[in-house]
């Protein structure tokens, strides 16, 4: 069974910023892409970043400029650089990876919030 494990949650104030880490119990390369996901409290799910295997990224509009994906073949991860950070992304973010046939993998989730 494949797990991927959030980490790097928490509160930090507006303008802050976070690294949230998503390690896989599998080789980086089992996953065609790489997604982060988040969930605020009433709304639904969304994607903010995505990354494929040879790197190219993609950015929900709200997070272009601020937030940065990135993976780490050596250790199995990818990671959520947030910038900036704002009050309405606080959330529940969420780590997805898509291997083939369409097989998805969640984690379990890491609480980001923003607050001063």
């Known amino acids: 069974q494949v797990q991927l494990v959030e980490s790097g949650g928490g509160l930090v104030q507006p303008g802050g910023s976070l690294r949230l880490s998503c390690a896989a119990s599998l080789r980086l390369f089992s996953f065609n892409t790489m997604h982060w996901y988040r969930q605020a409290p009433g709304k639904q799910r969304e994607l903010v970043a995505a990354i494929n295997r040879d790197a190219t990224t993609t950015y929900s509009d709200a997070v272009k400029g601020r937030f940065i994906i990135s993976i780490d073949n050596a250790n199995n991860a990818w990671y959520l650089q947030m910038n900036s950070l704002k009050i309405e992304e606080t959330a529940v973010y969420y780590c997805?990876?898509?291997?083939?046939?369409?097989?998805?993998?969640w984690g379990q989730g890491t609480q980001v919030t923003v607050s001063s």
């Open positions: 997805k990876g898509v291997r083939s046939w369409g097989n998805e993998d």
